[in-house]
């Protein structure tokens, strides 16, 4: 599935379709959608990194200094104690206090006032003072096992010549009696008494706190931070140090204070990589974000691009269709945008290609079909012409003058039909051609009907269509005219640059129903009895030269006689033998 997704995706993207529209929406897509997201993830990625970093930083160094003010404050609390003991054993009056056994009275109400004190002393922190002396006897809680501090490191670097506080630093309760060692972690201090004038000179006063409140604290900061906290004394001796295992590098994150209290010095190390691992993760969850924001925007993109160019193409395809000669392909019409308005457009447009190309085909089909009529009036017209000419004469001879003049003026009707060489020929050749058949009519008739012609000799060159006039003027005297009676009008007139034909006659008309039928029936269909087809070949004719908005239009009431109207556009014949139109 995803190969067939990626090779589409090549495909889009190739050489050949590369500058196709679809690809070039894509692209546009994309730009607008990943640049504005680009710029948005990268500048918000720098400020939080700026923003975390700059936090974290701070909250390191406000954590060192909590751990400062923490163990200053255990370490002053202890140096008070000391110091409140060292100036009551500096007192003349507790000059009862010995480095042996009490075994007077005296001495004994003097240790019992001295043990008073380092019980008022205690905290809740405090886990033991002592005095203890230079014989190895010691005032204070009775669970102490001198001979053990030795095992304390700090407590074995102290020489009698050692002046002022020592600190010892952190380790386990282990030097008790009996079950008092519980391993405890124990802060110490050990003041060695330098008053050579009094009884306790050379004497330690060691007093002990319980460190578990430090430690936590130490290991709290190590788990929040992740940083390596390290305690060195003045001289460079490990205090304390964390548990987990840590090369330090010069790229490490250092924050380091200096205890006023004993000069001990606190270093946290933070390596870079963790120190910068917040900004990281959000640095590796706006690239993520970015390239699944990236992603969704090609994939709606692609998407869009697609739904958008396929109506395009759908569009492409219909007229490579109609090119191919499928006229009838229509396109579906989507919405009423621009692409929409194009795809009616398009119909449209078809529609009437198609309506142009059967009236085309109908009209070449009427002209063959005229033709191969027109091809079987002429077989041999020579003969009828010399037929009517041998029966002319033979009228003549035996004195018939009303046959003759019948014959001649027959002759040149027919002439006038059987001369196909021009479609159209001048208005005024083809009144002439009706005046010959009216003559034929005025013989058989005698003067029963009547004609009346209003038409300006300025129009008698305009074209008109061969052999329109005559089938009408036959349809008034075969159903018009009762016996050849009647009036007939013709008139011509000029309409801006159309000309306007009517022709009347009060003869019997035509049914309402009958003319209906006249005027809605086919050029190929058969007509219903004689007149329809003359009309219709009439009206097609016209059509046919000066297109479908011209032809006859009938008008008729029975009993009261027709009128036929034709309009046409003036076309003169040029002396070069083309048609010119006005």
Known sequence: MLNHFFKKVYHRFSIRSYFSIRTKLLFCFLIVAIIPLLSLGALNYYQSAIVINSQFGKYGENTVAQLDQQITSALNRMSQTTGTIYSYLLDPARGGIGDHVPTTYQEIMDKDDFEALLKSLKTDLTRGIYLITRSGYYYGENILDVSKLSDIPAWRSITYSSKGPNWLGFYPMNHGMG?????????????????????????????????????????????????????????????????SPFTSNDSDVVWNRTLAANGWK???????????????????????????????????????????????????????????????????????????????????????????????????????????????????????????????????????????????????VLEGNLDISQELITLGRELRMIEHFLKIQEIRYGSAFSYEQTCGEELKPYLIPRMTLQPLFENIFFHGFEDGKGNISLSVREEGEHLLLTLSDDGAGITEEKLRALMLAKPESKPQGRGGLGVQNADQKFKLHFGQQYGLIVRSTKGEGTTIVIRWPKKEESPHGDNQDH
């Open 179 to 243: 079950d008092s060692d519980t391993g405890e972690p124990l802060l110490g201090l050990a003041v060695r008494i330098n008053n050579p004038a009094g009884t306790q000179h050379g004497s330690t006063i060691l007093i002990e706190e319980n460190a578990q409140v430090l430690l936590d604290m130490f290991h709290m900061f190590e788990e929040d931070t992740k940083a390596h906290l390290t305690i060195t004394d003045s001289e460079g001796q490990s205090i304390y140090q964390s548990e």
């Open 266 to 412: 606190l270093e946290a190390r933070l390596p870079s990589k963790q120190f910068y691992f917040s900004s990281s993760l959000i640095r590796s969850n706006t690239v993520l974000v970015a390239i699944v924001s990236c992603l969704l925007a090609f994939g709606l993109a692609y998407i869009f691009s697609s739904k958008f160019t396929a109506r395009i193409r759908r569009l492409k395809d219909s007229m490579q269709k109609v090119s191919f000669g499928k006229l009838h392909t229509r396109t579906l019409v989507e919405g009423k945008d621009e692409l929409g308005s194009l795809d009616t457009s398009f119909n449209r447009m078809v529609g009437g290609i198609q309506s142009l190309v059967q009236e085309v085909e109908q009209s070449e089909r009427l002209k063959k079909e005229a033709e191969l009529k027109a091809f079987h009036y002429q077989i041999n017209p020579h003969l009828l012409f010399n037929t009517l000419n041998s029966i002319q004469w033979k009228a003549r001879l035996q004195g018939a003058e009303d046959i003759r003049q019948m014959l001649y003026h027959l002759t040149m």
